[in-house]
């Protein structure tokens, strides 16, 4: 009963037989490899257009270097006060953005919403040279609370940030989750609707440790690959991420293994719900949130189940009531359906 994170699962096998086959032979390194310029030709085909693509091996570096490289030191990336560059990545973004400052913005369950970006603007920026820039608006795709921005919602959130001069970027650590759950082509979910650039993660949905920064206007990448390079992400075995990355991509088994994660929040959400414990934010990707008397969290716990509890203050819709906890449980492509029944029925049986 393992909800704790789906960073928790093991690799996908369709990623464990790409990395035996690409540990055959040599291969120049550095991503000068046959494997890296056959993901460049995927990710082209799965946007639909050119892209520049570099490859990383944690959603932190993914992030950290695509901010540091959209915003000058004296500038300022707006996200969710939840977001996982500004809560969960000790301060990679400022680090390699040399003090560029993040700011979070609170937004209901989880994403962001027009006015309070406005506001934000209006509150911390405007007296030059005195105050930094608004330089990046980042958007977190399934969101921390697991919901998921619509593709119109991303487009007005977009439009906003570039009629300020604002660069658009999306932490897509869930990526596949939002677009599965969607069902749009994963153009229509990115830089159709106005991302300028996307971190694409692989890692939580089955690779071993994958993460790609796609640029979706090649002109804007000029020394991202020094920046990559410098921030010790460039792998010199750079096959082994590329090789996870072809497997993904390949007969949209990104997708496959999403849409089963995806699956099995469904259903864990709808027998919490059936018996009188609703997730407290729409489940729209792999994770719930949900209430939990404090004395049925101590018996599942007790009987093996693992999840966590969430401490914060910002549980709006929902408050924490004396003798419950706020837990959050996540699903993956290895979850199965009789991990799930045994928790629910730990549940009624307590």
């Not at 393992?2 to 369709?14: Q, R």
């Amino acid at each position: 009963m393992e909800f704790a994170s789906d960073n928790a699962a093991g690799a996908a096998p369709v990623i464990l037989d790409a990395l035996v086959r690409a540990n055959e032979g040599f291969a120049v390194a550095y991503g000068d490899d046959a494997v890296t310029r056959q993901i460049e030709r995927q990710f082209a085909e799965l946007f639909e257009r050119d892209v520049a693509v570099f490859l990383v091996g944690t959603g932190t570096a993914a992030n950290a270097l695509a901010l540091a490289h959209l915003s000058p030191p004296w500038g300022a990336v707006l996200c969710h006060s939840e977001a996982h560059a500004i809560v969960h990545e000790c301060g990679a973004p400022e680090f390699f953005g040399g003090g560029l400052r993040l700011l979070g913005i609170e937004g209901e369950a989880g994403k962001l919403q027009p006015r309070a970006i406005l506001a934000a603007l209006d509150r911390h920026f405007g007296l030059r040279p005195h105050q930094i820039l608004p330089a990046v608006l980042s958007l977190t795709q399934a969101s921390e609370c697991g919901t998921v921005y619509q593709i119109d919602e991303i487009a007005a959130l977009a439009a906003l940030a570039h009629e300020r001069g604002m660069a658009v970027h999306m932490d897509g650590a869930r990526f596949a989750n939002a677009v599965a759950r969607l069902g749009a082509p994963p153009a229509e979910a990115s830089w159709r609707a106005g991302v300028d650039v996307l971190s694409f993660g692989a890692t939580k949905g089955g690779a071993l440790a994958a993460e790609a920064v796609v640029f979706f206007d090649p002109a804007r990448t000029d020394a991202m690959a020094e920046r990559r390079k410098r921030g010790g992400h460039l792998v010199s075995k750079h096959r082994f991420i590329a090789a996870q990355f072809e497997a993904f991509l390949a007969g949209d088994q990104w997708l496959k293994l999403a849409t089963h994660a995806n699956r099995m929040a469904d259903r864990l959400a709808t027998h919490l719900a059936g018996v009188k414990l609703p997730p407290i934010w729409p489940v729209e990707a792999n994770i719930v949130f949900v209430l939990l008397p404090q004395a049925l969290h101590e018996r599942l716990q007790a009987a093996g189940a693992h999840y966590y509890v969430i401490h914060t203050d910002r549980t709006d819709p929902a408050t924490v009531p004396p003798g419950y906890v706020l837990v959050r449980l996540v699903t993956s492509f290895a979850t199965t359906e009789s991990s799930i029944d045994k928790f629910i029925s730990l549940v009624k049986s307590t």
